[in-house]
């Protein structure tokens, strides 16, 4: 198991950017593909991006491609969403997830795909 723990949340302008980041500790972090994922009140949590255990292969939700990018530095045991144009809709509680893997290009993309959670940072864009 890996501990995840996100920062970088706060409250921003919409059309502003925010760069999110999730660290990891407790294991061996290179094993491991990540994922975004948001959840707005009211709302069902939602996939955002996720990212191969190597980087090679990234996919990202229909929502926020063009606007967000995921990349990993596992020499830093990290994760970023760096995200920018950021629309009112986009507030939520962003949260990070990780997946033990074997096969270095899959990217999950359903929250019961992912074992490990952070416990979420919030993101907040003004109109």
């Known amino acids: 198991q890996v501990q995840l723990v996100e920062s970088g949340g706060g409250l921003v302008q919409a059309g502003g950017s925010l760069r999110l980041s999730c660290a990891a500790s407790?294991?061996?972090?290179?094993?491991?593909?990540m994922g975004w994922f948001r959840q707005a009140p009211g709302k069902e949590r939602e996939f955002v991006a996720g990212?191969?255990?190597?980087?090679?292969?990234?996919y990202t939700a229909d929502s926020v491609k063009g606007r967000f990018t995921i990349s990993r530095d596992n020499a830093k045991v990290t994760v970023y969403l760096q995200m920018n144009s950021l629309k009112p809709e986009d507030t939520a509680v962003y949260y990070c997830?990780?997946?033990?893997?074997?096969?270095?290009?899959?990217?999950?993309?359903?929250?019961?795909?992912?074992?490990?959670w952070g416990q979420g940072t919030q993101v907040t864009v003004s109109s």
């Open positions: 407790g294991r061996t972090f290179s094993n491991y593909a």
């Open positions: 997830a990780g997946r033990l893997v074997t096969r270095t290009d899959w990217v999950p993309v359903a929250s019961r795909e992912y074992n490990d």
């Open positions: 990212i191969s255990w190597r980087g090679t292969r990234t």
